[in-house]
Each structure stands twice: as C-alpha cells, then as structure tokens.
C-alpha cells in the first residue's frame, strides 16, 4: 500500500516539475506547483501512517494554510503582472535582466 | 622611561671614575654639542616667527637679495632681529670654544701619560638589542678635543666674518641656525665614542651641508649643487654603513673601544680588516671629497663664501681624514686598504692640483686646492702618519680658512662695487673681473699672501711644517714600514711609496703655482673690475678683516706646534715634535693597548736625509711660486667680456676639469635618468605596477561580473531549470555518498 502510495505522490511531484520548467503561463505554473505541493502532502500522510505518528498529518495541515496563502499572493501577482504587461507568458516578463 | 634611560648612564660611571679627567672640565663635554644646538634652536625660531608677522618686509627683501649668489645682499632693508642673531649666533660658538679650551687645559693640567686611555662620558642607552649595546656616549682624547678646538675656534672666527659678510641678508637668521647646527653636528662627530654616534654627526653635518650650499634656493644651480652634493655623500654614506654593518658582524660592537678590541683579535693583512677599511674609505672620499667621489666639492662653492670655508675647506671635508685616524687599528691591520687610501690621496692630490690651475672663479681655484690638500693628508693617513695628517689638518683649516674669508671679502668688495654701479650681472667670483686689488685691499692682500706662501710650503708658515712632515713619513716608509712586505696590483709597496712621494713634490709645485697665480690674478697687475667700480672699491669692514687676520696668525704659528728637529736647529720657535707627543695616545697609544703592530715604526730618518728632503720641498715651493710669476707676466688678462684668447687643448681640458662632469652626465646620470624613464617608469610602474596590476585586477573584476550578471536572465524559466537541476545535483550527492 505504501509503495503505490509513494508511486503516486512521485508521478504527480514528476508532472508538476515536468509542467514547472517547460510551461511559460504564470497561472498553469501555479497550478503545477500545487500539484508538487500535495505530492508532497501525499508523501507525509502515506509516511505518517506508515510509522503510527500524526506529526506527518500536522505538517500536512501546515502546507496547505501555506499553500492558500501562497495562492493569494501569488495569483495577486499574477492579476498585477496581467494589468501592468496585458500577459501572463513568463518568457517576456524578464525585466529583472543581468 | 627616564629613570630606564638614565640607569645605564649611572652604571657605567662608576669606572670612569677612575678616570684622571672625572670631575675635571671634561666632564662638561655634553657642553660642547649643545651650546650650538641652543643656537640653532633660538636662532631657528627667529627666523620663523617674524616672517609670519612681518612677511612683507621678508619678501620685499628676498626679493632685492635672493638675485645675488654671492652674498652681502644690498636690500635696504635688513632681516629681522638682525642684531640679535648676530649676537646669538658667535657667542654660542665662541662659549663652546672656551669650554673646549678649558678642558683642554684640564687635560695639559693632568700629570704626564696619565690620560692615556679616552674618558668616555655616557649619557643613555641608544640601542640595546639583542648583544649590541650601543649608548650615548662622548669621548674625550687628545684627538677629539683638538678637533673640538678646531672647531670651535675657526668656527667663531667665520661665524664673526659671517655677521660682516651676511648681514644684509633677508634670511640672516636662517643662515646662522643652520651654521650653529653644522657646528653642533660637527662636534657630535668628533666627540662621539662609538661608531653610529659619529655617523650621527657625519649625517648632521651632511645635511647642514646641503642646506647651506643651497642656502639661495631660488637659483636652481644653488639648489642642484645642493642635492649633488647629497647624493654623492649617500654613496660614501653607504659605504660606512657597510663598513658598520661588518664590523658588528665580526666584532659584535660599535664603539671604539670595542671595536679596537675586537680587532686586534684579528691577524695582519686579515680579509676582513681590509673590507670594513675599504668600505670606511668609500665613506670617508665621499665626506672628504677624493676620487672618485670628489665632484660634489667644487659645486658645493655655490653655497655662502663662509659656509665653504668653515665646511668645505676647515672642518666638514677633514672629517674622512679623522675617521681614517680614528680607526688606527683597523688600517694597522691592512696595509693593502692604507696602500689604497695613500693612493687615492696622492691621485686626489694631483688630480685637483692640475685642474686648480686653469680655473677662473677665485671659489673654484680654492675648491681644487683643498681637494688636493685632503689629498695630502689622505696620503698621510694612509701610511699610518696619523699625526702628520691631523697636523696638516689643523694647518690646513688655519690656512685654507683664511683663503676663503679673504676671497669672501674680495668678492664681497666686488658685488658691493657692482652693486653700486648697478652692474649686478657682473661675475665678482672671476679673476678676470679682478687684478689690482692690493691698492684697495691692503689688509686682505697681506694676508692672503701669508697664507699663499703656507699653503705652497714657505718656512716659517705653517703649510711648509706639515706638509714636508707628510712627505718625510711617506719617504721614510719607503724604507721601512709594513708596506714594503706589501705588493698591490703587483708593484711593491715601496715602489708606490716613493711614486706617491713624487706626486707629493709635483703637487707641491702645482699648489705654489696655481695659489700664486690667484694671487697675481687677484691682487696684482692691472684693475679689470671696470671704470666706474674702481672709485666703489674699498677693504671690507673690521667684522670680517678682523677674524682674517687672527686667521693670518695662526697660519704663521700652527705650524711650529710640531718643528722637526733639524729646523729645530735652525729657527727655535717652538718645541720639537710637541703635536706628535699630543696626539700620541691616540694615535700610537691605542695601538699599542690593543697589541697591534703599527703600520711603521717611528719615521727615523737620519738628519742628512732629512736636510734633503726638506729643501727639495722648498726648492719646489719656490720654484712654483718664481714659475707662475714669470709664466704669468707675459699674459695680460682682458676682462671677463672680451675674452677670446685661445686655449691649448690641454688648457681647455684643465678648465673643464678634465670633463668629468660632463663625463659623469653622459655616463651615468643620463643613462640611469634614462633606464629610469624607460623601464623603471613606462616598464615597471606604468606598465607593470599601473597596466597588469591594478588596471588587471580591475578588468578581472569587471570580466567576472559580466559572467555572472549574464546568469541572471530574469526568465523565470531558467531559474527553475538551475534550482531542479541543482536540487537533482545535491540528491544525486546524498544518494550516491
């Protein structure tokens, strides 16, 4: 059980990475790094089980608050980045050039 | 810190009190070196304070004076507090005077050879490091009080002329703190009993020195002298530095006694001994002006008339010849160094004699002359005739002392005349602007003619005295003497002794001629100074005749100090040998106590021998003296301006000095001037230092930061790539560790 579990929470963190370094829309970057996050929930629940404690479950707890909060900020961000640029593409926001 | 500087000073008198001269006048030896300082303090001050409140009168008069090299400026107005510092300024030298000669005559009051060692006063630790003990100490033997007189004595003498001569210079004040500081420097050397305390005083006097050769810096030759003079007195400096350095090395100390001791550990002909010789030789012909190290003298007549006959003919020049005496024991030990000094001096001697022939500036024939008399007392020295070359020294400070003041005043009378008749431009230094003089100069006239015939080496003056001396010691060594066991180059050392005695004798002739062609230029024949000057004519004032003649004096008596026997006979003027017994524990003494064998025994030549010698001395003195009359009768002088007789090659060589200046200029300054500009300054600091270094480290800096600022793309993309790529890296080090 644990093994699928584990299988699991890695092919979703892979898609999220996967989507993190090649897609260049802001909002879809989001929502990969979400998908990173709760592979990573994932992991903590399955492990938290696995040796009989909660500690796992509280962290779990933890990310997600900060997860939604991040999401705020961030999809705030976004809105800004829209209305000052008129776009959300990644690769031509690079005003922060060496 | 005091009482830690004054501990060692307490220790160490408890053995000296048993010295004969504890408690005598000796002991205000400390005396002697601060009485000036104390001059050169007050009078330093007055000539700073007044320029800051009146700094117009300064100017106005720096303006009118600072036109004029040679001296008695004409500005109507006089230097501040002009009286005062002339009052100051011989006082302090003369009070050093009297405290010299009272302990002199403590020590002639001290029972017979009880002063046989040197009564060290020590007043501090200087530098205590590691096994050197090095203290502020002064000595008093029968060589530095001599010296101290010397000093002292010629010193008030100019120092009284200066107040004549200088007194309507702006800068009066300026000129006699650094005269005071010269003396107090100058007994410093003398006095000090250890090696680095007289190259205190050898430094001190050095700068002063400086300062005074270029004491009218407005005029850029007057400055350049100046630093010429330095510069060449660095390459002697470094020599005794060396020569310090070794002696430390081998002896583990400084002081005379030390060193003298260590020394006599030494064997004779010792490579060591003949090192730290050659290198405090190095030294003394830079001070002392001998080959090669002689060019700066005659540049350094840029200086106050004054200046060069209290420092670059009586005192600061003999300090080589001193050291040289000083370090008895050392040169004992070599004959191959003294063989050299002997050399030099007699090459020195010739050298400047030929070249004191041809000159026209009355400073210059006078500059020659005395590198040609440090010459004879080098060849002195360097045979071990120490005595006969403080003997010739002293007679030489008289002598040579009166030489310039009287050419000061000659020239002062000259530049008073020009400056009358508003022909400034005038040279008052050249003989061609001269002749004639003796109407207008009765005193001067005489008295320069006193000491012509002394210098030339006329009995009964003092020039003849000691320099048939010098010339009987080094015949007499010939004979027998630790140089005839010596060979250098491969010629005998007796060979070089009677080589070296022959261009004594033609140097003897050279002096009498060129001293007596100045004579003839200067005072006699017609007037060439001009129309108008003639009637502006007139003997300098009794401040600057009066310290002449006291000068004139002691050019007729010096030399009867030290009568040798057969003239004994003849002119009973004074006791026999009285200097040499003087001088004895210092020069033979200290030979003896450190059990090494001196360079000769006793010069005992038979009477015969003697007679012989000292009348071809004599014979050659006239001779010059009758040449340079006859030779010089059949060549009417033009002025200076419509001179356009034709020189000989050889005459045109002399007056040029041989070109050595010229020599040294294409030789030496401009090449290093050149590798300096070249490699030192385009090569190393502008390309090197400036180019690969900093402007390097820079661009390095600059080239980094491009490469790192080309990281930072601002995609956002690219930075996810780098943190998964090196987050991947860090896992793959975890997992594979």
């Known amino acids: ?98 | 810190m005091v009482l830690a500087l004054l501990q060692p000073a307490a220790v160490s008198a408890s053995p000296a009190a048993a010295h004969p001269l504890a408690g005598t006048a000796a002991s205000l030896v400390w005396l002697l070196p601060l009485l000036p300082l104390l001059g050169f303090v007050i009078n330093g001050l007055l000539s700073v304070v007044p320029a800051a409140r009146g700094a117009h009168v300064a100017v106005e008069g720096g303006a009118e004076g600072h036109d004029d090299k040679h001296g008695g400026a004409h500005g109507a107005t006089l230097a501040p507090n002009a009286r005062l510092v002339s009052l100051i300024g011989p006082t302090v030298i003369g009070a050093a005077f009297a405290v010299a000669c009272a302990i002199f005559f403590a020590m002639r009051a001290a029972p017979a050879g009880a002063v046989a060692t040197p009564f060290v006063q020590t007043y501090g630790s200087w530098m205590p490091a590691g096994e050197l003990r090095l203290d502020w100490a002064f000595q008093v033997d029968q060589l530095s009080i001599l010296m101290a007189l010397v000093i002292t004595g010629v010193g008030t003498l100019i120092h009284v002329f200066s107040v004549g001569y200088m007194y309507r210079d702006p800068s009066f004040a300026r000129y006699f703190a650094y005269l005071n500081l010269f003396v107090a420097f100058m007994l410093v050397l003398v006095l000090g009993a250890s090696y680095p305390v007289l190259f205190v005083g050898w430094e001190g006097v050095g700068l002063a020195s400086y300062l005074l050769i270029g004491f009218w810096f407005t005029e850029r030759q007057n400055a350049a002298a100046g630093k010429k003079a330095f510069v060449v007195n660095r390459i002697g400096d470094f020599g005794f530095l060396v020569a310090m350095f070794l002696m430390f090395a081998n002896f583990g100390a400084l002081d005379f006694a030390g060193v003298n001791a260590g020394a006599a550990l030494l064997p004779t002909g010792s490579a060591v001994a003949t090192a730290i010789c050659l290198f405090v030789f190095l030294g003394c012909a830079g001070k002392s002006a001998q080959i090669p190290l002689y060019v700066w003298l005659p540049d350094a007549m840029a200086g106050p008339t004054p200046v060069s006959a209290l420092i670059h003919a009586a005192t600061m020049v003999t300090a080589g010849v001193y050291l040289v005496a000083r370090s008895g024991v050392l040169f004992a030990l070599s004959p191959v160094a003294s063989l050299v000094v002997a050399l030099v001096g007699a090459l020195t001697a010739l050298f400047a004699a030929t070249i004191g022939l041809k000159q026209w500036d009355i400073k210059k024939v006078l500059a020659y002359s005395t590198v040609s008399q440090l010459g004879y007392m080098f060849m002195a020295a360097g045979v071990g005739a120490y005595s006969a070359a403080v003997f010739h020294l002293v007679t030489h400070a008289f002598f040579k002392a009166l030489l310039f003041l009287g050419a000061g005043s000659v020239i002062y009378a000259l530049h008073e005349a020009y400056h009358a008749t508003h022909r400034d431009e005038q040279d008052a230094q050249d003989m061609r602007n001269m002749g004639g003089l003796r109407r207008f100069m009765p005193v001067t006239w005489a008295l320069m003619w006193i000491a012509t015939l002394a210098i030339s080496g006329v009995p009964p003056f003092a020039g003849f005295f000691s320099k048939d001396q010098i010339l009987g010691a080094v015949f007499a060594r010939a004979h027998e003497s630790a140089f005839t066991a010596t060979t250098l180059a491969g010629v005998g050392g007796a060979t070089w002794l009677y080589l070296i005695y022959g261009v004594g004798l033609v140097t003897a002739l050279l002096t009498a001629v060129y001293m007596t062609r100045l004579m003839l230029y200067t005072f006699h024949g017609a007037n060439r100074t001009g129309e108008g000057e003639r009637s502006h004519l007139r003997e300098a004032p009794w401040v600057m005749t009066a310290p002449v003649a006291v000068l004139g004096v002691a050019t007729v008596v010096a030399g009867w100090l030290n009568l040798p026997e057969v003239v004994h006979h003849v002119l009973p003027l004074g006791t026999v040998g009285a200097l040499d017994r003087w001088l004895a524990p210092a020069t033979t003494g200290v030979l003896a106590a450190a059990r090494v064998r001196p360079l000769a025994p006793e010069a005992h030549l038979s009477a015969g021998t003697e007679q012989a010698l000292i009348g071809a001395a004599v014979a050659v003195a006239a001779l010059g003296i009758a040449a340079a009359v006859v030779l010089l009768r059949r060549t009417p002088l033009v002025p200076k301006d419509d001179d356009t007789a034709a020189e000989s090659g050889v005459e045109r060589t002399l007056r040029h000095a041989y070109y050595v200046d010229e020599a040294l200029e294409r030789g030496v300054a401009r090449p290093l001037a050149t590798f300096s500009r070249v490699v030192l300054w385009r090569g190393v600091d502008t390309g090197l230092v400036n180019g690969l270094l900093v402007r390097g480290a820079a661009l390095g800096a600059r080239g980094l930061a491009t490469l790192g600022a080309a990281a930072q793309t601002g995609r956002v993309g690219s930075y996810a790539w780098v943190v998964a790529v090196g987050a991947l890296f860090v896992i793959g080090l975890v997992a594979l560790r």
């Not at chain 1, 699928?4 to 909002?27: C, I, M, P, S």
């Not at chain 1, 500690?55 to 990310?63: C, M, S």
């Open chain 1, 1 to 98: 059980m644990i093994v699928e579990t584990l299988v699991v929470a890695a092919a979703l963190f892979a898609v999220g990475l996967v989507g993190v370094l090649t897609r260049r829309n802001a909002l879809i970057l989001f929502m990969c790094v979400e998908l990173m996050l709760n592979a990573v929930n994932l992991t903590f629940v399955a492990m938290s089980r696995l040796h009989g404690g909660t500690l796992g479950q509280a962290f779990v707890v933890f990310v997600m608050t900060v997860a939604a909060a991040e999401s705020a900020v961030g999809l705030a961000i976004v809105i800004a980045v829209f209305r000052h640029f008129g776009t959300v593409d990644l690769d031509r926001i690079s005003l922060l050039r060496g």
